[in-house]
């Protein structure tokens, strides 16, 4: 309908009335919907690839101007030929889908390549750096690609062999946070929910392909705006798969106000297919799940089941929210005395109007007064009025937390909320006694492991804490819009992966790169070598694209690309995690907690590589000419570990840690012998066009050894992924 809707545009320009007449019978026919999810294909994505070289036959579209902040012209050419010119190469080109034949001559730096979605492509892909710390173990891998792409290549790699996928896909709330066509899909957009629907069942049909149908689960993160939807797509994608839908709290204090409600939650759908089963946790008499920790665990002498303490919820005193900025709440900035020497909470001093500097408060001996003050200078409120946190403080419920020398606030205050408060007072949370500095130590008790419940409410899960905080401790300075927890989802993984210490999991909407470094977390826990494959494009933050534009750059370039996602944060985000360190080299600050409280500077015994997708043509396949691109997809398929075979081996064959690989068939004898003593080798890669004689050769291998025809089974795989 969204072609419809462009033709009937057309018409109105050329006769108002008659374009008038066919919208209104478009829209009496577009209300006659059957029952069911419906909604529009619309024609197939297209995707700008920016650093892709421009070769003949190309669809590209052309560039604006350096310095232009405008669109670039949204038509698409084909490239006929690539010429010299005074000035450099330049690209002869055709008008595609015009009624009338156009042609015009442009400079090649001025063209960018597009890829329909209904296009064959021929992946690739080129490493662009390696984290290791640890020799043994597999690689996680950070693929930069339209994700589209990117599944239809693992689709030659790990068809059948992913164990979990987890996706935290765009939440289409209008915001300008996703693009379809190159477009940034707007709140008024009349084909958004559609267009939403229609990108994401591309995506999940293919990696139903790569999901092992006999055990294996995807999860998928989503809010109110597509929650609904989302359901509907998943039962028609799936329609043999288990499907729960999870509420989980990820800010108890609530973010934005939609029809009048702040919004505390989200959802998790839950797709398991075949036998994938869910691993008992543990619950509370919140309802929440908390994670089996050994060493905290008791006995319950009643019953003989496990019983475990978990601490109250201790929350910053400081609002966060910038809408509660000093002058918002004129009741609630006032100075709270904290001694230097005890680090206890003296005194709370009154509220000071908004037009006074806090520099003016009284002072009182021995005392610094600690007002709500941002690390960047921000003047903010406390979360209530002076005299309610008197009274919290008076009962322990408040109190002065660690000291933050040199900073605007000098010490965190903390304080409990009304619910914890109510659960104190009303029995559920039990008090132990009362801190040196007279807050009161508490906590609930549950009882032994069970089945996880359908609302999940854990502190760990808070996203602001453990999203927004965790990245800012491993890349000081760079921001990124809402991240997941850590702990949140390292919690839902360990649910289905628990017990395979060597599960493949994907993400194909990475972001911030959250689940790679929950991976690892759940690695260090029990000594897994499960792998994680990352994938996300390089797509610049929609805020900073025109500020760019203004000085001149342009997708493709270097100081354009540093800014994107990929290069920006979730390939640093990987090697801060493994390595400890900052992208500046300095160790990073805090440390990890829950289910493993150690430093973050340790970091992890993992190994990381990260790559860009490439476009080959087959010809350049078949005559090994792509053959350095094409070797990293031969890895993977492999597992990922050990060493690679990156150029063509000079024997005519060479043998490595999990495959072997076979040029001249002429030469077999001396690898058949050498496939024969590694006995990690998986697979054998044999090239030739000849049938017979890759029958032949696969009857000389090992029973354990699977046989890959090279590249016929490469061709003929993404050929079959295109429908052809």
Known sequence: MSRLTDLIAQAKAKDPQMGADLEREFRILSSRLPFGLNFERHRPEAVELPQRPVRKGDKVRILSPRGSTGKCDARLWQVTRIVKTGQGKAAGLEILDAPAMTKCTVALEDLIVVAEFRDTIYPGLVSTGRVERSGDKPCHTVINGENYHVLKALTYTHRGKVDAVYIDPPYNTGARDWKYNNDYVEKEDLYRHSKWLAMMERRLLIAKELLNPADSVLIVTIDEKEYLRLGLLLEQAFPEARIRNISTVINPKGVGVSEGFKRVDEYVFIVRLGNQDVTPTTGNVLGSWPIDDAKEREKDEAGGEAARRIGLDWQTARRRDLSSVRRTRPGQ??????????????????????????????????????????????????????????????????????????????????????????????????????????????????????????????????????????LRALLPGRRFPFPKSLYAVEDVLRLFVAHKREAMILDFFAGSGTTAHAVMR??????????????????????????????????????????????????????????????????????????????????????????????????????HAAFARIAPLLWLRAGSRGRRIDRLPSAGWAVVDAYGLLVDVDNAAPFYKAVAKAEDLRIAYIVTDDERRFQAITRHLPPHVEPVRLYESYLTNFSFANGE
């Open 333 to 470: 900035f006032y100075p709270i005395y904290v001694n230097i020497s005890t680090g206890l909470i003296e005194a709370v001093g009154d509220a000071i109007p908004h037009e006074q500097d806090r520099a003016t408060a009284k002072q009182r001996k021995g005392c610094v007064a600690v007002f709500p003050v941002r690390e960047d200078g921000t003047e903010m409120n406390w979360g209530v009025t002076a005299s309610t946190f008197v009274d919290r403080w008076k009962k322990g419920y408040a109190r002065a937390g660690k000291a933050q020398p040199g900073k605007p606030q000098p010490y965190i205050i903390q304080y409990l909320k009304s619910g914890p408060i109510a659960d104190i007072e009303q029995g559920k949370a039990k008090v132990e006694g009362n801190a040196t500095d007279g807050s009161v130590i508490a906590y609930y008790e549950e009882a032994g492991a069970k089945a996880p419940p359908t609302q999940w409410n854990l502190r760990s899960h808070n996203a602001e804490h453990y999203g927004t905080k965790i």
């Open 522 to 623: 759940l690695n260090r826990q029990d000594g897994g070598f499960r792998r994680c494959i990352l994938v996300t494009n390089n797509e610049v933050a929609a805020d900073e694209q025109d500020s760019l534009r203004e000085r001149g750059l342009r997708p493709g370039d270097p100081d354009w690309e540093k800014h994107g996602i990929c290069d920006y944060i979730t390939k640093p985000r990987v090697a801060a995690a493994i390595t400890g360190q900052t992208p500046d080299g300095q160790l990073i600050a805090g440390d990890y907690k829950f289910t493993d409280e150690f430093p973050m500077a340790d970091g992890f015994d993992e190994n990381a590589e990260f790559f860009n997708l490439t476009y080959e043509t087959p010809v350049s396949v078949s005559h």
